[in-house]
């Protein structure tokens, strides 16, 4: 069942979602080579709770951290750790927030110091897809419009989409109806209504699209050991377009 939120649910959900990009950004910047992901999440987890927020992973399904911190080969879900992270690696940093009664989601994958050049193409590709596939969010489109965009952007430019994990809903629980694949056909599923609110996030592989799921029980990795790369944004579908809530508030 989809939920579609008033133009006032979609205000707090911008208050939400705006903590969680300024976070985001803060973490970034801590990164460079000889930090380890688990100071990253601790500092994720501080600055929530210094924002009235209550980090939404933490305890999710019994994830046990509150930030996901994914390198290089590991697509989503990697677990915060004393692993060191080195000049030249790729990280994906994954949070979310619970505030005055919605979440917010969001992801950006940032170089650590230098990166090769191909790791720069990737995550730049990435990033292209998921602004292209939020300009599919608009009412009256379908759900295979945006998937559709991510695939012919990532696949244009030499990658692939993984297709074991996609986007969702998003409000008052972290993962709502409808799902939203990177792949697809455009004019397929379900038709997009003002007030739906998306979390729209291409998973991005250097190599195949098929991934692995780490025996400890969360981190998704590519099969063949290549880089992976991941954006998101959550965004809402309204009348006059859609709205990208993910984003620092002025």
């Known amino acids: 069942m989809v939920i579609l939120k008033s133009p006032e649910e979609i205000e707090k959900m911008k208050v939400s979602n705006g903590i969680v990009a300024e976070i ?7 990164v460079r080579p000889g930090i380890r992901t688990i100071e990253l999440d601790e500092r994720s987890e501080l600055l929530a709770r210094k924002k009235g927020a209550r ?14 911190t994914s390198v290089n080969c590991e697509v989503v879900h990697g677990m915060p750790s004393n692993r060191l992270i080195r000049e030249g690696d790729i990280l994906s940093l994954d949070f979310g927030v619970y505030h005055d009664g919605y979440y917010g989601d969001a992801a950006i994958t940032v170089p650590v110091g230098k990166v090769s050049d191909n790791a720069e193409r990737l995550m730049k590709a990435t990033r292209t897809a998921l602004e292209e596939a939020v300009q599919e969010a608009r009412v ?4 295979g419009d945006i998937s559709a965009r991510v695939q012919e952007s990532v696949e244009g430019a030499g990658f692939s989409v993984v297709r074991d994990f996609v986007g ?7 993962h709502e109806d409808p799902q939203i694949p ?9 038709e997009l209504k003002p007030g739906m609110v998306l979390a729209i996030e291409p998973m991005v592989n250097e190599g195949s699209f098929e991934v692995r799921v780490l025996p400890d029980g969360w981190t998704v990795v590519t099969t063949d050991g290549k880089l992976s790369a991941h954006f998101e944004h959550s965004i809402a579908v309204t009348e006059n377009g859609p709205v990208i809530l993910s984003l620092a508030q002025a």
Not at 24 to 30: D, G, P, R
Not at 140 to 143: F, L, S, T
Not at 182 to 190: I, P
């Open 55 to 68: 980090p939404a992973f933490k305890g999710y399904r019994g994830y046990p951290f509150s930030l996901c």
């Open 140 to 143: 009256g489109n379908r759900v």
């Open 24 to 30: 985001l950004a803060e973490i970034a910047e801590m």
């Open 182 to 190: 990177n792949f697809g056909v455009r004019g397929r599923g379900l």
């Open 168 to 174: 969702h809903g998003i409000g008052k629980h972290l």
